[in-house]
């Protein structure tokens, strides 16, 4: 491709994943404006992400080795300018480039760091044939923050076929931790997983205050974001979609690993939509999920899907074509609220005919099986098609 080619190409993505952000950003204005409404609206407005502590160092990557020329091994050179920042921490920055990096080895954060990308920098995980492999790691640390760019995973070139946990950004027994206005794709794995460690003596340290805002995730082989073992997880302003490849190809699931639970998980104003399982799934010994101001659409199973969840909220979203129910309440889930929702177009058009034969709209669009109970479905929700 010629000079001109690649910068034509690059101004029509750049142009896309702008489209993308105003749209989250435009949603904003569809929320009606009822008494007490104006308060929300500026505190969801402010694009303000907890600060995490850390020093003012600052280390470039290019000043420990790193070449930014795609060809080239870079893993060594982020990890010493990371291993370089003095105790009480400080910021790495990645200056625009496109970096190789080797995920079997991982480049493995450390507490009270920010790894800074500049837009035009690219992080592309080399090819390889492992089961598990992370381009970035944060395992048992605090206070960190990734921003910026863009991580590239290795599904197009990866050498094995076996294995689903080759991810873009790997979150495990870690605390206050930020991930923001970056762009992952071609995951073998999720695009970011946040989860629990557990230690030799059987202990299990789970993550808790983890914030993704503004983040892209798209075309990932398993998940876009998967949440296992956390608490006070807060997901906003942004996109999980086109996830293929391998079960379950969500959006986003939620779904803590056997023996422990996820608590207290809000995610909000974000756009969910082409997956290949269901757009966000909510999966047994998980409490407290409100999901609320978003767009979940065209994915080819459900809209929303609990199974064995407990006290969700399910609120002011837009739900629409999704190929079987807009939302799917099963397997023992209690004490759902569903209100204010607008639905359109869910289900195979059969089942909406039928729905429509017998004048039950809501049919179409909402599930909840015999065994589910305190399930609330609020007069407010507007179902259409």
Known sequence: MSGRGRMDARALMDAKET????????????????????????????????????????????DHGARGDSVRDDTRAFQQAIDALPTDGGTVHVPAGT?????VRSVRLRSRMHLQLASGARIVARNNAAERAYVLSAQEVSDVEISGGRIVGDRDGHLGSTG??????MI?????ITVRNIHISNCWGDGISIGAVTQRDRRVTSSSDVVIASVICTRNRRQGLTIGRASRVR?????????????????IDIEPDAGD????????????????????QIYKRVSGVTITRCTIEGNRSYGVLAIGATNAVITRNRIRNNAWRGIGLRQETRDVLVSGNHF??????????SAARARKPRAAHIEATKDTSGIRIAADNIFEG
């Open 19 to 62: 489209s993308r952000r105003d749209f989250l950003r435009g949603s904003l204005l569809l929320l009606p404006l009822v008494p007490g409404c104006m308060p929300l609206l500026a505190a969801m407005a402010a694009p303000a992400v907890a600060a995490r502590m850390r020093g003012n160092a600052r280390v470039d990557v290019r």
């Open 164 to 169: 689903e946990w080759g991810h873009g950004i």
């Open 99 to 103: 970096y190789l990096i080797d995920p």
């Open 172 to 176: 495990r027994g870690s605390s206050r």
């Open 261 to 280: 639970g996820t608590r207290d998980v809000r995610i909000e104003n974000c756009l969910v939509r082409g997956n290949q399982g269901s757009g966000i």
């Open 344 to 353: 359109r177009d869910n289900a195979p058009p059969a089942r909406r005919a």
């Open 235 to 251: 997901v906003r302003d942004s996109e999980f979609s086109d996830t293929s490849g391998t079960l379950p190809g969500c959006g």
